[in-house]
């Protein structure tokens, strides 16, 4: 956790946990990053309102771009820590900071994952329904086509079982650029909304319109995948995550989507809860609402000692929290 403290006293948050396995960069790595910033951030020039607050801190950061080129999770902590502060000194929250403030709430999406028992996946897409959550994102786990086959079989029960629910499909880049097409035409009876990164991320941008609409994950870390990807026929999504991009990185790349027609999700990497309240600003803050988002409470936050993320609510929703920066206070206090 990273604390920032200004002149008059405010504290603003920041969160680095990039996730082992996933992540481009460790927790050691921005632990010695951000250790060395007293000194090294450049002059913040403090707006008079929020329309130009991202702009101050793009450009107190610019002495550190080199450094934290390569540490996503690290650039998260810092670029959320100053937002925080400067949406406290505004009297806005971190949305409104980025720009945005035009609508009240996100949905949330639940998750699943094929890996479980097909008793288990229906048994918690129920719950999940039965909490109000309208979309359900599944990962395709299994591998080989024997697997694709029980994976299809178990999708096809779930959509019998939830006719309603719109249905959202995780491949996480285990296909190739050939049996990708084979298997979206396969997928498309069950109508699923997309196949977030079906294959490898430099290769998305050559996989073009399929059956089933595909969307980009891994592929917007990849340097000039997303122009790539915005000028492709098929990708109809951006899923944004700023743990793996970078808070300001991951606004931008939504606000370029979303003028092309593209749509945006915006998901947490298991965050902790101030990196979550900090994704649920960003999903709040994009110039038109993104479609249900990653951002539902998950197990990792029992790790946490208990704090409330006034972002979230019942019923499966992200809604501003109405109060300066983050809205959230440390349980230092």
């Given at each position: 956790m990273l604390s920032l403290t200004d002149d008059a006293g405010r504290v603003g948050l920041g969160e680095a946990t990039p996730l082992p396995g996933f992540s481009p960069d460790t927790a050691d790595e921005g632990q010695r990053a951000l250790a060395e910033l007293p000194g090294a951030l450049g002059a913040i020039d403090l707006p008079a309102d929020g329309?130009?607050?991202?702009?101050?801190?793009v450009r107190a950061l610019a002495p550190l771009?080199?450094?934290?080129?390569?540490?996503?999770?690290?650039?998260f902590a810092l670029e959320t820590a100053l937002l925080d502060l400067l949406g406290q000194r505004l009297g806005l929250p971190v949305s409104a900071c980025l720009g945005g403030g035009r609508y009240a709430e996100v949905r949330v999406n639940g998750l699943l994952t094929t890996s479980d028992a097909l008793p288990v996946m229906l048994e918690r897409a129920g719950a999940l329904v039965a909490r109000g959550v309208r979309a359900i994102k599944v990962k395709l786990r299994s591998r080989g086509e024997e697997g694709f086959a029980r994976d299809l079989e178990a999708l096809r029960a779930l959509r019998r079982e939830h006719p309603g629910v719109e249905l959202r499909l995780d491949a996480n880049a285990t296909w190739s650029l050939d049996e990708a097409p084979r298997r979206l035409a396969l997928l498309a009876p069950i109508g699923p909304r997309f196949v977030e990164q079906p294959v490898a991320p430099e290769l998305l941008h050559h996989?073009?319109?399929?059956?089933?609409?595909?969307a980009a994950d891994e592929s917007l870390a990849v340097e000039g995948a997303p122009e790539r990807l915005l000028e492709a026929q098929g990708c109809a999504a951006f899923i944004?995550?700023?743990?793996?991009?970078?808070l300001l990185r991951a606004h931008e790349l939504g606000c370029r989507a979303q003028a092309r027609g593209v749509d945006a999700v915006v998901t947490h990497l298991f965050d902790g809860p101030i990196a979550l309240a900090a994704s649920c600003e960003l999903a709040l803050s994009l110039p038109r609402p993104p479609l249900?988002?990653?951002?539902?409470?998950?197990?990792?936050?029992?790790?946490?000692?208990?704090?409330?993320?006034?972002?979230?609510?019942?019923?499966?929703l992200v809604t501003a929290s109405d109060q300066p920066g983050l809205g959230i206070r440390p349980w230092m206090d």
């Open positions: 329309t130009t607050a991202a702009f101050a801190i771009s080199s450094r934290l080129r390569h540490l996503p999770a690290a650039r996989l073009g319109a399929c059956d089933v609409p595909w944004l995550k700023p743990a793996m991009l970078g249900a988002c990653g951002l539902d409470a998950h197990a990792g936050l029992e790790a946490w000692p208990e704090l409330r993320i006034p972002q979230l609510r019942e019923g499966g």
